[in-house]
């Protein structure tokens, strides 16, 4: 992930051959540390800008477009049997970064690269969530190169303070996501990223705004809690 480099990797001017091996080394040592006891990696994470360009960091600017190559394929070689994954933001709305998504699963899968997956972090906004059917025919295209989707940092924000109609939205917007997955016959899962407003990222990132998550911070369920289940259930709210 390019926001979690350490320095030495993104000032140490390596040339191309030098950043492969060290990205060979590091891939192929943490993936054996832990072999046998996940289900699936996030290999590569945020890799696209949202007009489907490759996303500038010292792997894409010293390797080029092979670096995924070479990750997944290391990822591969340390476990064989581990699901492997690309995971971004703003999948939802489809577009050109699902393009370019759908476009490097087909070639990846050209070249004989394993990739199983492609997360979507869903990061939404209430009031402001895609369409039921607009989710549901991003994740198609996805699925259509062959891979599984999942849903893997979902959560819901709004501009504060929490009134009961935002409340009323936020339940209606996480009930839509959820059915939207359930549609699709490979969107293997559904993760929200933390469980109350109490732990969430939000606030610290986005001022002004928070309330994301079907927790409160006294850790009671809100409506958006309802709104899953109902989801999981095939209601509609």
Known sequence: WHSQLPSWVTSGAFDNSTLVSILQNHVT???????????????????????????????????????VDIAFRAAAAADPDVGLAANDYNLDYGGAKVTAYVDLVNR???RGVKITQVGSQAHLIVGSVPSYSTLVTGFQSLVATGVDVAITELDIRMTLPVTDA???????????????CMAVSRCIGMTIWAYSDY??????????????????????????????????????D
């Not at 001022?207 to 006294?218: K, Y």
Request: hydrophobic residues 40%.
């Open 166 to 180: 935002l409340l009323a939205q936020q339940k209606k917007d996480y009930n839509t996501v959820i059915r939207a």
């Open 199 to 236: 732990y969430s990222w939000i606030p610290s990132v986005f001022s002004g705004q928070g309330a994301a998550l079907p927790w409160d911070e006294q850790l009671k369920p809100k409506p958006a809690f309802y709104g899953i289940v109902d989801g999981l259930n095939g209601i509609t």
């Open 108 to 110: 990846l899968k050209a």
């Open 29 to 67: 040592n943490v993936v054996t540390h832990f072999k046998g006891q996940l289900k699936t990696w996030d290999v590569v994470n945020e890799i696209f800008n949202e007009d489907g360009t490759w996303r500038t960091s010292v792997f894409s600017t010293t390797i080029g477009e092979y670096f």
